[in-house]
């Protein structure tokens, strides 16, 4: 089969000149089948502990839409009657569909700069080999365009703990996984002469990060976002015919914590200050029970004790009107001094 295989449809835009593809890529790498096959069984294996249930193309339609201009429109909607009452991996639809790696949903962008087709968003991943996958994961793919010919990178993953990655250049396929047994697997298979030809490239880690840094810093480069300012809300408009208020400006002041007799001191003493006590005039009936002599000498005096317990308090003085004598009983009160 075919080494690149791919259909799908494309958005225009004319005044930005900018192009947006969904894409089915078929890639055959020529590499060793055994590596293949246990790499894509770990893969259906974490996407399964991950409980990756997406479908790699969910819209039927537009997966024949993709297939009919690789294999005929006949095959393609026999296909996609058959997978649509039982899941079939994407090779049962041709042999051409019998590759390395099969994604069936990507988004692709097209840079000028960088010479390249990159992918933006999820990829839905259809099989591997005979193997279904069907599962949309997370990653990056990059299809580059240069003198030495196209190179293809890969970067796929399950979660953050989990991934797989392959870089195909000038004929010769390399990968990592973060699964050791894969690697190991693949590492001794690389040894054996017999297949040579298919042989699978272990490369480091490092490789796989500056792949995915690379890919982040070109075409998903970090927003940086502005520090969001509080706005102060306007200030209202009263109605017509409504004075406005103005607030005074709010101030501070310092608070002093006066035990509790202190602060019922003032009170009196402010209320005593306010309203001043008043002596009563003596009625008729109190005047005729007292004598004249101690009419005569009680003066008119506030009782000391009006504030009790507050040193330093004048108590407030009251004008008194003194009461007069009758006047039989003054006479009286002269012929006794007389005698």
Do not use: C, H
Request: proline letters at 7%; hydrophobic letters at 35%.
């Amino acid at each position: 089969p075919e080494a690149f295989l791919g259909a799908g449809t494309a958005q225009v835009n004319v005044d930005s000149n900018t192009y947006r593809f969904n894409t089915l890529l078929s890639f055959n790498f020529g590499a060793n089948k055994e590596v293949m096959a246990k790499l894509s069984d770990e893969m259906v294996k974490s996407n399964l502990d991950a409980q990756n249930s997406d479908a790699a193309e969910p819209d039927w339609d537009r997966l024949g839409a993709k297939i009919a201009p690789l294999i005929g429109r006949k095959a393609a909607d026999a296909y996609i009657n058959r997978a649509a009452t039982a899941p079939k991996p994407l090779s049962d639809a041709s042999p051409k569909f019998n590759a390395t790696i099969v994604l069936s949903n990507v988004n692709l962008r097209w840079s000028p700069t960088q010479n390249a087709f990159y992918s933006v968003g999820p990829i839905g991943v259809s099989n591997l080999g005979t193997t279904d996958i069907n599962a949309q994961m997370e990653g990056m793919v990059e299809i580059r365009k240069n003198a030495r010919g196209d190179e293809v990178s890969i970067y796929l993953e399950t979660d953050d703990d989990i991934w797989y990655y392959l870089d195909w250049q000038q004929g010769k396929l390399a990968m990592l996984t973060s699964i050791t047994e894969v690697n190991d697997f693949a590492q001794t298979k690389s040894k054996d002469k017999k297949d040579k030809e298919e042989s699978i490239l272990v490369l480091g880690v490092e490789e796989k990060d500056l792949f995915v840094d690379r890919f982040a810093s070109l075409y998903r480069p970090k927003v940086v976002k502005k520090p969001v300012v509080a706005k102060t809300p306007p200030a209202k408009t009263p109605a017509k015919g409504t004075p406005a208020k103005t607030t005074a400006p709010a101030t501070t002041k310092p608070t002093t914590t006066k035990p509790a007799a202190t602060e019922e001191l003032a009170e009196e003493e402010e209320e005593e200050e306010a309203a001043p006590t008043v002596a009563k005039k003596p009625t008729a009936k109190e005047t005729t029970s007292k004598t004249t002599k101690e009419v005569a000498k009680t003066p008119a005096t506030k009782d000391p004790k009006a504030v009790a317990g507050k040193p330093g308090t004048t108590p407030a003085k009251v004008a008194q009107t003194p009461t007069k004598t009758p006047a039989k009983k003054k006479e009286k009160e002269e012929e006794k001094e007389g005698f």
